[in-house]
């Protein structure tokens, strides 16, 4: 898991901006994953990517955008049409080879709103 | 679509002695179940996973059980210490949709020394 990089570690987002939320991974991994964390309620799917320029919706995707133009890059954009943004982000990589589901999560972006 | 339920929410043991989270799942064609631990502020750690063919699996003071038929899995913590306190996470994979992960809602355990 120390593959996966997310950046910023802290965001903060001002009223009517969108902010972009980093994740690299270096594991050669095909497939990417963003998931919300909010209190007590678990790990959410925003969106997720099995191969590069493919990308599918998650349960909780409103709000959100994302683009896989590289098979080590997964950004996760956070639109001003997510009116309630604050929560922990945290992505994730994962093998498509063979029987491998593992998933690797690296250590999250904390977004706040001012 | 495939919803996980996790309980309890919260759980207290004294040093020692064991624990145990159980998950039910909807979708009968799920076919991996891993289980995460995740610290305050950090990230979510695999800790043993197991799956669909599997009934059993045992890794040192952990182990997983899982029943098809009833569409339930526990975890089971014997020998409990303090540095086991986190908060425990299920999941489900369901078949054939790009690997992606259903939580539960997660257990608070708290380890008493």
């Known amino acids: 898991d120390g593959g996966i990089t997310q950046s910023p570690k802290y965001l903060f987002r001002k009223e009517g901006q969108n902010v972009t939320l980093s994740c690299e991974q270096n594991?050669?991994?095909?497939?990417m994953y963003w998931y919300r964390q909010d209190p007590g309620q678990g790990l959410r799917l925003i969106y997720y990517s099995q191969i590069v320029n493919d990308f599918q919706k998650g349960d909780i995707a409103e709000g959100y955008s994302v683009s896989r133009e590289k098979k080590e890059s997964f950004p996760l954009t956070v639109t001003s049409a997510q009116k309630n943004p604050t929560a922990f982000y945290l992505c994730?990589?994962?093998?498509?080879?063979?029987?491998?589901?593992?998933?690797?999560f690296g250590a999250g972006t904390r977004l706040s709103v001012l | 679509g495939e919803n996980v339920e996790q309980h309890p929410s919260t759980l207290s043991v004294q040093e020692g002695d064991s624990a145990v989270i159980k998950c039910t799942y909807s979708d009968s064609a799920s076919n991996y179940f891993p289980w995460y631990k995740q610290e305050l502020g950090k990230r979510p750690q695999l800790i043993i996973d197991?799956?669909?063919?599997?009934g059993e699996k045992k890794d040192q003071r952990i182990a997983v059980t899982l029943n098809k038929t009833a569409k339930h899995f526990s975890l089971h913590i014997t020998e409990t210490q303090p540095e086991d306190s986190a908060v425990y996470f299920c999941a489900a994979t369901p078949y054939n949709q790009g690997g992606k992960l259903i939580f539960g809602q997660g257990t608070e355990l708290s380890v008493k020394p």
């Open positions: 594991l050669n991994h095909d497939a």
């Open positions: 197991i799956r669909s063919n599997v």
């Open positions: 994730a990589s994962r093998t498509s080879s063979g029987q491998k589901n593992i998933q690797y």
